[in-house]
């Protein structure tokens, strides 16, 4: 029959001792109401011989299956005297990971349905499976890093919140991660720069090598550069997107440039094996790079920081050693008091040597503590970059403040930010001195706003009108030009994709489909096969060293040139067919 207890209706099965009343009837099945204002206590073990039985003990239990609270937790909490024997299903609601895990010591499935709290680090059991429901949350400490070494099942919702790390280092069994367990929003509306990078961060520990970042139909607004590291001979990271994208720039899984005009979407930074397909990298008039395959430099250096602010979306870091990093530099930042701070960036500029800056969306603030490291690394090798989608539409162009040639040197102020690197070709036009409309190799960035080029005339009035263009280019490969760099990027798969320029027949060349950045790279090696390069001025540029394929490639609308620059190695192409005449 049923007995009642207060509006709850309880299953009462057969053989009890009889009751004048629901509390005793309840009493006499040896359990108690766990929807009644008072804490219930089970003093004995609770044994259920396997998961399913364990669901339907719980549920007969006081009526429902969710056990509001761990430990003696107050008005709404339980407390279990005995022990629970492998193959229980818990589900909670509140209280301590800490807590939870340990109710079940011989393993089980725990199922979250609320916020457990992680305030140290903490590594979960590899024998409790964890069921994370919509609504359910890992709140992670600032300082604090939850190892999830427990098979771990939740769909596209926020899961991990705080300011804390997650780490898949002893989980093999992690197969695929989503940028929606950090908050990823896939409407395209909220910045979603942060919860892609913890995502990125995280797949690159799984097992101890590279795993899955896995993103479904959906549009990501990204304001800052997202990075993936990884040692020498470590497996990089994937990025799949669903399989068969639409191609166009909202696609099926987008990334959309928000941040600073010349920044870089996605850099790969170094990684053997990684696969990235069925993305959209859409550089939206203002990123100069959809997706860089790069290598780290091949020395580390690191000093702490004295001070670090952040204004208008730029960082300056005051270092406490005297250090040499030029524009292009990997560093790592880790230990500022303020851990929005923390990351990896390339640097931008060097005032000088105890002061650098880089980009990063973010509120102005200032804080201090920490330590900046020159990151080392390998190669990027054997990666497979198939069926994406880059959207290299023309950078809008930034104004000219002012400008001026003296002793053969261009010097530029802009009226807003851009993200520039030295030996970077850049132009000029609209000026009124015809003079300073013209192609420029940048030298050094001394700014934000302010950058020295090399000029063939040793002097010239300034100027104050004209817009700054900067080249945009779908897939980057190498950079070397920018920082030294040395190992290689190698022995890359390039296959399917589709490069979408929309370039303009009378004004200068700013879309790439595939550029080497340094006339003094090591990008060698490389298969390019099957990819549809539309409405660019340039497809590919530097390719220097090794063995260059082009099989099957076409070209369709405006392309000036299959090349540019120097050619330094064995280059075949093959089955292509192409529109336009090729310079």
Known sequence: GTALSGMSAVPVSAGGTGATSAGNALASLGAASLVSAATQTFAGPINFGNPSAASASLANIGGQAILPGLGSDG?????????????????????????????????????????????????????????VKNGGTFSISSGATLSLNSPLEAGPYTIFTGAGTVSFAGNPSMRE??????????????????????????????????GVVSCPTAQYAISNTITSYAVDTAKGISLLGPEGQINNASGSCSLKWTGVAGGTIFHYLGGHLGKIANVVFNTNGLAARGLWLDTAQGASASTTISSITRSGNVVTATLNGVETWPSGTNIFLSGVSDSSYNGMFPVWYQT????????????????SGGTILSQSGGDTSGLSVERNT?????????????????????????????????????????????????????????GPTTFKAQSIRSSEAPTTSGTLDLSTVGLSLGANSYANRSASVCCLTIEKNNFYGNPSTTGPWPLFGIVEDGVNGNTKDFYSKSNLFN????????????????????GSGIVDALFATSVNGAVLIENGEWESALG
Request: glycine share 12%.
């Open 75 to 131: 008005a709404s909490g339980i407390t279990v005297a005995g022990t629970i024997s492998a193959g229980v299903i818990r589900q909670v609601q509140s209280g301590t990971l800490s807590a939870a895990t340990a109710l079940l010591p011989s393993g089980g499935t725990l199922i979250v349905g609320g916020t457990l709290s992680v305030g140290t680090s903490l590594a979960t059991p590899k024998n409790i499976k964890l069921e």
């Open 177 to 210: 991660i989503t940028p929606e367990w950090w908050g990823a929003d896939g409407t395209g509306v909220v910045d979603s720069t942060a919860a892609w990078q913890a995502a990125v961060t995280a797949a690159g520990s799984v097992n101890g090598y590279g």
């Open 352 to 367: 000088d040597s105890t002061h650098i800056s880089w980009s990063q969306t973010g509120a102005n603030s200032t804080s």
């Open 390 to 446: 880059f959207f290299e539409s023309a950078l809008a162009g930034v104004s000219i403040s002012s400008a001026s040639i003296t002793s053969s040197i261009l010097s530029v102020t802009l009226a807003s930010p851009a993200i520039i690197y030295p030996n970077q070709w850049v132009w000029t036009t609209g000026s009124s001195d015809p003079v300073y409309n013209a192609y420029w190799q940048v030298l050094t960035v001394t």
């Open 535 to 554: 409405g660019l001025r340039i497809v590919w540029q530097n390719m220097n060293g090794g063995t260059f394929i082009s099989d099957g490639d076409n």
